[in-house]
């Protein structure tokens, strides 16, 4: 069987949180013998196609960007030529290039869509999208949510029940590296023994605005580890409410996040709007074995982090319920460490890559079956 993978960006050349899913799975689905495509748009000079992990990396040139929307004239023929050799399309959204491309290439194969979240933001825009978003949702075989929770709250995936499963996303602790003793040497010397840590690209909807003010007059450290559009704007925060507390370490190798991820006390992680359907990086703590702070806004961040079990849930845009938080943590330490294990527990039970990829593939193999069956 071949499967072709459809989003904006992908490994190696971006690495947020569905460039990560769509790896896991493509090198997963490899291993059980499922050959695997990856199209996305890039605006770099890179070979066009690259194998990366057991599968195939393609880019088409990135022509244009409107609201976080790539344009590519020549990804139209590149889409074509690949879906003509796959057995399924796997789409990633939002992303409403996609759709475009979707309807104009006519694609006659199984197709399947990861709803990794609803569109928020650009409220204008949305209007105008939102016949082509219907019409793209209706067409295809199957939508995955990533979480029962953001089924269960999300108004779009509600229209479409009849064809949504639930296949929460998974990560692979194989794949990430050893945390190394001189590195472990190297941050316990420069944070000390005992802080909050959160990991991830910082933009607008992870909440880190809430998290400053959450963090005035505790002086727990706080690292926050990671870069994007408004890192800028933080650091301006921190400064102004004079925050001595925290740590922007910026983005970092793999064996730096991991040697964090080991060392920190609890992993905080502040996202206030639904942009955040899931929560990789809060995960990745649980995967780590720490507790987790998080707010209550109806996504999959409540499936990997249970209120009073793994961790404490508060409420979105609360800096005082959130300082409330970190300070019960953080003066409860064996409270602290066991939600800890329980986290652990937690993603051995439902969060490892290999359930997440068995149940794609089993999925790709019912829409075969059923294409196979509607056109005898």
Request: aromatic share 10%; glycine share 6%.
């Amino acid at each position: 069987m071949r499967v072709l993978h459809f989003f904006k960006t992908s490994f190696p050349d971006t690495m947020g949180g569905v460039e990560q899913v769509i790896n896991q799975i493509a090198r997963g689905a490899n291993k059980l013998g499922v050959k695997t495509d990856v199209l996305s748009l890039t605006p770099d000079r890179v070979p066009r196609t690259i194998e990366i992990d057991g599968y195939l990396a393609h880019r088409a040139r990135l022509d244009l960007q409107i609201a976080s929307t790539g344009f590519s004239f020549s990804a139209f023929l590149r889409f074509a030529q690949l879906a003509k050799q796959a057995d399924v399309i796997h789409y990633h959204f939002p992303w409403p290039f996609m759709d475009v491309v979707h309807f104009a290439t006519r694609v006659k194969k199984p197709t399947v869509v990861t709803y990794h979240s609803d569109i928020i933001r650009q409220e204008h825009l949305l209007k105008l999208y939102r016949p082509l978003k219907r019409k793209f949702l209706a067409s295809v075989d199957r939508i995955v949510a990533t979480s029962p929770n953001y089924l269960a709250t999300s108004d779009v995936l509600g229209m479409f029940s009849d064809k949504v499963s639930v296949i929460p996303i998974g990560l692979d602790k194989a794949t990430y590296p050893q945390a190394m003793p001189d590195r472990l040497q190297y941050w316990r010397e420069r944070l000390g023994p005992k802080f909050f840590l959160f990991v991830g690209v910082i933009r607008y909807y992870k909440g880190l605005h809430i998290l400053l003010e959450a963090a005035q007059g505790t002086g727990y450290p706080i690292v926050i580890v990671g870069a994007g559009p408004i890192e800028q704007e933080l650091k301006s925060q921190a400064a102004r409410l004079g925050l001595r507390n925290i740590h922007f370490l910026g983005q970092l190798p793999d064996e730096d996040k991991v040697a964090l991820l080991t060392l920190c006390y609890g992993v905080v992680f502040p996202s206030h709007l639904r942009s955040e359907a899931f929560g990789i990086s809060l995960l990745e703590g649980a995967m780590y074995k720490k507790p987790m702070i998080s707010s209550e806004i109806g996504t999959g961040t409540t499936y990997i982090n249970v209120a009073d079990e793994t961790g404490l849930v508060v409420p979105p845009s609360d800096p005082v319920a959130l300082r409330q938080a970190m300070r019960y943590l953080w003066e409860h330490p064996e409270e602290a460490a066991e939600m800890g294990r329980r986290a652990e527990q937690r993603y051995w039970e439902h969060f490892t890559a290999e359930q997440m990829v068995q149940s794609y593939v089993d999925l790709y193999e019912e829409l075969v079956r059923q294409h196979h069956d509607r056109s005898r």
